[in-house]
């Protein structure tokens, strides 16, 4: 970790010394061009006409600048990275709650289907519940023939099958 921290410090000695210009604007406004150990100032080489403490301050206000410069890009990468894990983040929670949306659809449906087969065995209990109260009537009057009661056996029978098939599906469903 130390090491990432020396490595701009380094790059950015590195730099001054191959000869590139920086610019300092000192506090009382004087703008410099400073290239290695020389000092310029509207283009012109001021570096005798400056005193040892005069390039210590500039160079100075320099290396805070650089400095500044230097934080500044890191807490850029830092902010970087982090919008990077949190737009991360944000994809898979949006994962998720895709997920969770399409298990829920599957959910209703699936109750949707155990409702409606529930419904089909209720209603086909009704049917049978109601033919063989209409099977009753017409016997106590004494209107069936033997064929007509055959017929009303076979009624029963295929009504009786229904309301078990209906059965196993909602058994199925469960």
């Given at each position: 970790m130390?090491?990432?921290?020396i490595?701009?410090?380094?790059?950015?000695?590195?730099?001054m010394?191959?000869?590139?210009?920086e610019?300092?604007?000192?506090?009382?406004?004087?703008?410099?061009?400073?290239k290695?150990?020389?000092?310029?100032?509207?283009?012109?080489?001021?570096?005798?006409?400056?005193?040892?403490?005069e390039?210590?301050g500039i160079k100075?206000?320099?290396?805070?600048?650089l400095?500044?410069e230097?934080?500044?890009?890191?807490k850029k990468?830092?902010?970087?990275?982090?919008?990077n894990k949190?737009?991360?983040?944000i994809?898979k929670?949006?994962?998720?709650?895709k997920?969770?949306?399409e298990?829920?659809?599957?959910?209703?449906?699936k109750?949707?289907?155990?409702?409606e087969?529930?419904?089909?065995?209720?209603k086909?209990?009704?049917?049978?519940?109601?033919?063989k109260?209409?099977?009753n009537?017409?016997?106590e009057?004494g209107?069936?023939?033997?064929?007509?009661?055959?017929?009303w056996q076979?009624?029963?029978?295929?009504?009786?099958?229904?309301?078990?098939?209906?059965n196993?599906?909602?058994k199925?469903l469960k």
């Open positions: 130390k090491l990432i921290k490595i701009p410090i380094a790059l950015i000695g590195v730099f010394s191959c000869g590139s210009g610019r300092v604007i000192m506090e009382d406004g004087a703008v410099y061009k400073v290695n150990d020389t000092f310029y100032s509207d283009g012109k080489d001021i570096t005798e006409q400056l005193s040892a403490n390039k210590e100075a206000v320099l290396n805070k600048r400095e500044a230097r934080l500044a890009e890191d990468e830092k902010l970087e990275k982090e919008q949190i737009e991360e983040t994809e929670a949006k994962e998720k709650q997920a969770l949306e298990s829920q659809k599957q959910l209703e449906k109750q949707e289907a155990r409702e087969a529930r419904e089909d065995v209720l086909a209990k009704e049917k049978l519940q109601s033919k109260e209409k099977y009537k017409l016997k009057k209107k069936l023939s033997p064929r007509d009661e055959e017929k076979g009624r029963f029978e295929d009504l009786e099958a229904e309301i078990a098939e209906y196993t599906i909602y199925k």
